[in-house]
């Protein structure tokens, strides 16, 4: 048994809970207001289901934006299933809470980003980086004794 708590994995969890209850409310409400989402998502991702033509054109990361025109928000525990228009043909989407890279809703300048293990072990490697760089510019000042200057 663990004796730490995974603080960045519960941060996780309770985002892509805050995502699941917007997109619930929107799913029965509709948007309010100018509010609108960009989500970025990992098209890879396990679960990710999408028109190959989409895969094929998006291989590794796809942007989709909800604002004016989508349909049949569908949202669950594991994820959400929406369809959206690309060039006047609608395509159905379902995309899981973990494959969700960002979410972003830029009328009221709100975003969550998640990061991958990996990206979170070289963004700490390079503020290490920073901090010991840092260090190595600040050395100890050098004493100079003024006896060796008095007659």
Known sequence: MSQDIDYGN???????GLIKKVL????????????HFFITFDT???GVELADWLRDR???????????WFE???????????????????????????????????????????????EEEVAQLIEDAIEVEEEEEQHDADVVSLDSFRK
């Open 72 to 118: 049949n928000l569908e949202v669950g525990d594991k994820g959400f299933a929406i369809t959206l228009n690309f060039g006047d043909a609608p395509e159905p989407l379902y995309i899981p809470y973990s494959s969700i890279k960002t979410f972003v809703d830029p009328s009221v300048e709100f975003g969550l980003r998640f990061e991958s293990p990996e």
């Open 24 to 35: 619930t409310s929107v799913s029965k409400n509709g948007l309010p207001g100018a509010h």
């Open 10 to 16: 519960l941060m996780h969890t309770a985002m892509r």
């Open 44 to 46: 890879q991702q396990d």
């Open 58 to 68: 998006y291989p590794d990361e796809m942007t989709i934006v909800v604002q004016h």
